[in-house]
T-cell receptor, first 114, second 112 residues
Framework: EAGVTQFPSHSVIEKGQTVTLRCDPISGHDNLYWYRRVMGKEIKFLLHFVKESKQDESGMPNNRFLAERTGGTYSTLKVQPAELEDSGVYFC????????????FGDGTRLSIL | QKEVEQNSGPLSVPEGAIASLNCTYSDRGSQSFFWYRQYSGKSPELIMSIYSNGDKEDGRFTAQLNKASQYVSLLIRDSQPSDSATYLCAVILSGGYQKVTFGTGTKLQVIP
């Protein structure tokens, strides 16, 4: 069974540009989560999808971030325009069900804003 | 006060010893607790989950939970160099539904 896959693994862009991160969850997992780790800080929750619906987006930092999950399969996270403080590692995770179901993480996308 | 606190380490233990990793959390109503292991540049990997007070054992790993003290720990017996990694304590806070709140992680070094 394939794990959670994220693309790209690294992205370097200039301030003001747009970047789109992609996450493919484990097949059959309705729950998809985005997290972010800024250097030196803990991993922080961004948002949670159940199928194509946003269940909780309380962690999204501002309206420069847009997450979508059309069709309830893969998800994208777009940052537009990117700012220096957006640099970090963006993780995606998925789980089969709700509640105590374990969340399985991808390897992350390392985003660097110059 | 951080919601989930861990000593960042590094914690160095000799091969074969017991490694003890500790975590405290601020929300007394929290019900779900996890330990993730993360190798450099890799994804966090779930190694233990615990929901009730007491100990839970899985192979060389034992998770311990004390809700009254708001404390969760991870013991690794017979530590191996391959256990060297960062260990992340994670908690679903009350009202957090499935939102996992992480500590900053403790870096463990097992010395051969």
């Amino acid at each position: 069974e394939a794990g959670v896959t994220q693309f790209p693994s690294h992205s370097v862009i200039e301030k003001g540009q747009t970047v789109t991160l992609r996450c493919d969850p484990i097949s059959g997992h309705d729950n998809l989560y985005w997290y972010r780790r800024v250097m030196g800080k803990e991993i922080k929750f961004l948002l949670h999808f159940v199928k194509e619906s946003k269940q909780d987006e309380s962690g999204m930092p501002n309206n420069r971030f847009l997450a979508e999950r059309t069709g309830g399969t893969y998800s994208t996270l777009k940052v537009q325009p990117a700012e220096l403080e957006d640099s970090g590692v963006y993780f995606c995770a998925s789980s089969q069900g709700g509640g105590r179901q374990p969340q399985h993480f991808g390897d992350g996308t390392r985003l660097s804003i110059l | 006060q951080k919601e989930v606190e861990q000593n960042s380490g590094p914690l160095s233990v000799p091969e074969g010893a017991i490694a003890s990793l500790n975590c405290t959390y601020s929300d007394r109503g929290s019900q779900s607790f996890f330990w993730y292991r993360q190798y450099s540049g890799k994804s966090p990997e779930l190694i233990m989950s615990i929901y009730s007070n007491g100990d839970k054992e899985d192979g060389r790993f034992t998770a311990q939970l004390n809700k009254a003290s708001q404390y969760v720990s991870l013991l690794i017996r017979d530590s191996q160099p391959s256990d060297s990694a960062t260990y992340l304590c994670a908690v679903i806070l009350s009202g957090g539904y499935q939102k996992v709140t992480f500590g900053t992680g403790t870096k463990l070094q097992v010395i051969p």
